[in-house]
């Protein structure tokens, strides 16, 4: 069914993944190993859920819609139309709201909890910028906002638009921009340090990497990237970060106290790296390469790594309960 992502529930009981060539989510329970099948609309890839484990919301990349669905009882209770190409899901901790980015337009979508409903949309790049661009093209051609990326206590999310090479700051009480900031050519999406002080941003047309500080939003600095960056884990508290360059079949190993690249850490030639996921101590990060059906183990204090073979047909994303997982 090529599924596309994993996610499990807080409590451990359930894993929940989208099978994007079939059109449905399966619910697994982790402890009787029972699945559940559940219809939704076309190709659903990435998906949030909910943090008491009840709810899940699932992108329908092609049909423009999210699917909300009943994990416990593996059913689809309602789908919400409204979307351009709905890639990334973030919830606030109070459950209150979902936040969907669209990666086929400018724009965040709000989902009402209680009502189900998309109360609000948030446009997001500059109108002159935007002004410029070929709306008329494929979705696809459109780089909109891969990710809509919560600060740790749920005030401000922060949105990286493709084509306007900008990243919005949302207040989330108002669900209104409250800043632009410029960063590098093509954003793909802000990662917040596990310290919540810093965004870092993976630009891959000019591959930079920009890092903003959370208090004054502004970039503080700029270092430079791999080709085809994927996604930036952090280990230590925060103190480092491994740059996913998938292009290169490397890392690249940052020091955030110091401002500085540390080593690139090369895994070999041509290899499809895709993203990662850091284990709850901050010490271990779990990282899959779809090219050799291996997921490489990276000890975040020497930067040394094993290699787990054999672990399935192309892996693309890792999932560790009360872990930092995401997907491309």
Known sequence: CNPHMTMATMDGKRLLTTGTQKNYAVIVDLKTREIKKVRL??????????????WAYIG????????????????????IQGFYEPHGFSMLPDMSKVYVSNLGAHEIGVIDVKSQKLIKTIYIGNAHILASLNLDKKLSEINGIANPTLTLDGRYLYAADGDSHQVAVIDTQTDSVVKTIAVGQNPWRAYVSPDGTKVLVPNNDDQTVSVIDVKSNKVITTFPGGEGMTG???????????IISQSESALYVIDLEKYKE????????????????????GKTVYLACSTNNSVYVIDGATDSYTRIPDVGLSPWAVEIIGGNSYCH
């Open 262 to 281: 540390l080593k690139r850490i090369k895994f070999g030639e041509g290899l499809m790296l895709e993203t990662a996921t850091t284990t709850p101590d």
């Open 60 to 79: 329908n990349m092609e049909e423009g819609a999210v699917s909300i669905v009943d994990v416990v009882n593996g059913k689809e209770i309602n789908r």
């Open 41 to 54: 609309g076309i190709a659903p890839e990435h998906f949030v859920i909910s943090h008491d484990g009840k």
């Open 232 to 242: 930036i884990n952090f280990v230590n508290g925060g103190k480092k970060a491994y």
